[in-house]
């Protein structure tokens, strides 16, 4: 799958965000009707689903993304999982309201290899308060077909 080469990117006007829900402006995203944020064409990954309290993300991790010692530098996975809890928190989001991550934290188990592995991250959100929402994720590796 490279989905790079079928995605606009570029960023959502003011007035397109302050008239849809962060669940409608995330579909129309998935839809093609606005473009996939600019982080996604340069770090290689791309939103594929969203619902009420979750997002889900794709990613092609390649030699752009490797560190020194030849695997994908955490950052981009650390990246990847701070944009499905984001869009998640997002999603659940009155029209013209934003957001912004106040924290980020993961713990890897093991390395992403550059040219094995597609990743999806888990998505949800597991608490919205009135000015803050705690959402959850991880990420799930498989090896590509």
Same mark, same amino acid.
């Given at each position: 799958m490279n989905k790079s080469s079928n995605c606009q990117y570029g960023l959502v006007t003011g007035d397109m965000a302050a008239a849809m829900t962060g669940r409608e402006l995330l579909q129309a995203i998935i839809e093609g009707r606005l473009p996939q944020a600019p982080i996604s064409q340069a770090?290689?990954?791309?939103?594929?689903?969203?619902?009420?309290?979750?997002?889900?993300?794709? #990613?092609?991790p390649g030699p752009h993304l490797l560190n020194p010692m030849g695997t994908v530098h955490g950052g981009w996975a650390l990246t990847l999982i701070d944009s499905a809890s984001g869009c998640a928190?997002?999603?659940l989001l009155p029209a013209g309201t934003g957001y912004t991550t106040v924290e980020t934290k993961a713990n890897f188990s093991r390395p992403i290899m550059a040219h094995s592995v597609l990743c999806e991250p888990k998505r949800g959100s597991s608490h919205? #308060?009135?000015?803050?929402?705690?959402?959850?994720? #991880?990420s799930k590796p498989w090896m590509a077909a």
């Open positions: 770090m290689s990954f791309w939103l594929v689903e969203v619902g009420q309290g979750f997002a889900a993300f794709e #990613g092609e928190a997002l999603s919205k #308060g009135a000015k803050s929402s705690r959402p959850r994720a #991880g």
